[in-house]
């Protein structure tokens, strides 16, 4: 009987012996690199952190996201005229209600005024100024003269907001962007500015980025706006992120909104300490 240890093995099978012991070797070196703890995890955690401080810490929006230019907030009302603003209070329907439009600065003045005959009292005209995308009036109260209140009229050969329905957030249209010489830069104003005054800009609401890509056909604003939603018990919070796509057609400047749910966990608050449950 021969030893085992004096066989001679043919060297083909030698060959494809020490292939597999290679691969079996690459195989674990690959496995090692993926162990456990993970940078996606890591990642994936430090940004659940970030949008759960701007949520309880009340940081609505990031570095170079749109800012009113005003020297006291707290005494500065603004508002839009809307088509309702020329209606008695009692005519008015508020879920048909639209920001008006206009290039004739007589045309906006009169509507301010015309507003400001139906406000609660009478708001006297003290200035008038103008920006690339709106006019504005400047009024007072004479029995509050530290409250300002800013009316505001798009100019129609910027934006046009007909159509829109205002009372729903969600919906898809968000009206039409007319300008000649729209740029990515001038979109991300646009966008930005529409979402300064609606709902979303209040407590438990936070927008973590925003930024605008240019494509052949369009431009595309991205917002990834978070929610928190309070449990008032002991238990931890829901926090949901979603994707606001805003794209904006260059041949025609409509505006269409798409609402996507991107992850979602559980937080919580204790003082300045931030926890995340999941």
């Known amino acids: 009987m021969k030893s085992m240890s004096n066989y001679a093995y043919p060297s083909h099978i030698l060959q494809l012996w020490l292939m597999g012991i290679i691969v079996l070797l690459l195989s674990a070196c690959g ?5 456990p703890g993970s940078n996606t995890s890591s990642a994936d955690s430090a940004f659940n ?31 839009h ?17 639209y920001e008006l439009s206009s290039d004739d600065f007589a045309e906006a003045l009169a509507w301010s005024d015309q ?24 009024r007072f109260d004479p029995d509050s003269p530290q409250f300002i209140h800013l009316h505001r009229v798009f100019k129609s050969s910027m934006l046009d907001r007909n159509g829109v ?10 009206g039409r962007i007319t300008m000649l010489d729209m740029t ?48 008032h018990s002991e238990s ?23 609402k996507v749910l991107m992850r979602e966990f559980s937080a919580k608050r204790i003082g300045d300490y931030l926890e995340i449950c999941d």
């Open 31 to 35: 496995s090692a690199a993926e162990a």
């Open 184 to 231: 990515a830069e001038k979109v991300k104003f646009i966008i930005e500015y529409l979402w300064t005054f609606t709902l979303s800009n209040n407590f438990s609401n936070a927008v973590v980025e925003s930024y605008t890509i240019e494509t052949d056909s369009a431009f595309v604003h991205i917002m990834e706006q978070a929610r928190l939603d309070l449990s």
């Open 165 to 174: 329905i205002r009372s729903d957030e969600d919906s898809s249209y968000k």
């Open 49 to 79: 952190m970030k949008i759960a401080r701007a949520l309880y810490f009340d940081l609505k929006t990031p570095a170079g996201f749109y800012q009113e230019d005003v020297q006291d907030a707290a005494s500065y009302s603004i508002s």
């Open 236 to 258: 931890c919070d829901q926090v949901k992120l979603f994707e606001m796509r805003y794209t904006v057609a260059k041949d025609s400047g409509f505006i269409w909104k798409e």
């Open 115 to 138: 507003a400001a005959e139906y406000q609660l009292s009478h708001k006297q005209l003290i200035d008038n100024t103008e920006t690339w995308l709106y006019h504005q009036f400047t």
């Open 81 to 97: 005229i809307k088509n309702t603003s020329l209606l008695p209070v009692v005519d008015r329907d508020e879920s048909s209600s």
